[in-house]
């Protein structure tokens, strides 16, 4: 796994997987809304020993998306894709008007599902490939303070469940990472608890899940335990919790 595409590469996961592999020495292609942030993240990259592109186009235009692949082809094969980008909306707001919830499926769900059907196809037709994307503990189960959000995330998480199923016999890795709270951009405005990760050791547990061929991560390894608990609470008592 050498020549990779960062898609949101500018996000704090994606930059902490971008040193991992730029300490490997990757070629590292990095997609973003932002040309001048990418700019920012590739000339730290390039130091810490990568080779890096950067592109940069508009990820709510879908139409733009297999354009952006075919200008990355130009410049050679790849291997892994890692799809990064996302936000986290308002759910008070989205639960008010839904064009704000439209907006955030818009960018966090259909947009990665753009991104996963395109590098489906084209490592399908290479015969080899990973593909990787970021969902959330929060598409485990729907729960009031942000089911909006996690219904983005539950919608990443079957996609890629049936992509790794019509890929796993062409040769063509499917990676569902799923990490809890990690100390990003994303969460500053929550409280940095005891359950807050870093970004470097959740980049650790991709690149290691990733390299070994794991399907599904949940990052830190304790997630997957805490939402077994919370998907086993039967519903006539779920729904009286505050979640
Ligand atoms: N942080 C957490 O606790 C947590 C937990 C579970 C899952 N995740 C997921 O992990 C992934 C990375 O998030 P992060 O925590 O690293 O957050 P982050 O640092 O805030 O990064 C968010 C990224 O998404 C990009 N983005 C947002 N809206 C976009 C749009 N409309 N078009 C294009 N790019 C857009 C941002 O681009 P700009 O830099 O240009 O703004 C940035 O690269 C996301 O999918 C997130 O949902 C995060």
Not at 44 to 65: E, I
Not at 190 to 214: N, Y
Request: net charge positive.
């Amino acid at each position: 796994m050498k020549n990779i595409i960062l898609i949101g590469a500018t996000s704090a996961i994606a930059q902490a997987l971008g040193r991992q592999l730029a300490a490997r020495g990757a070629r590292l292609m990095l997609w973003g809304r932002s040309a001048d942030k990418l700019e920012i993240v590739a000339a730290d990259l390039r130091v810490r020993g990568a080779s890096v592109d950067c592109d940069a186009f508009d990820f709510d235009n879908f139409a733009a998306h297999p354009a952006a692949l075919e200008r990355a082809r130009k410049l050679g094969d790849w291997d892994a894709v890692f799809v990064c980008h996302g936000s986290l909306g308002d759910q008070k707001l989205c639960e008010q008007d839904f064009a704000a919830a439209e907006k955030e499926f818009r960018t966090n769900c259909l947009g990665a599902l753009s991104f996963l059907t395109i590098f489906a196809n084209y490592f399908e037709g290479q015969g080899r490939g990973t593909i990787a994307a970021i969902g959330s503990v929060a598409g485990d189960r729907g729960r009031q303070s942000n089911y909006v959000y996690g219904t983005t995330k539950a919608a990443i998480s079957t996609f890629m469940q049936g992509l790794r199923n019509r890929l796993h016999p062409k040769g063509v890795r499917v990676l569902t990472i799923k990490p809890g709270f990690v100390s990003t951009p994303m969460t500053a405005h929550l409280k940095q608890g005891l359950l807050m990760a870093k970004p470097d050791k959740v980049a650790k547990d991709i690149l290691k899940a990733a390299d070994s061929g794991k399907a599904v991560l949940y990052t830190p390894w304790f997630w997957r335990w805490i939402m077994l608990i919370i998907r086993l609470i039967p519903e006539s008592i779920f729904v009286r919790l505050k979640l």
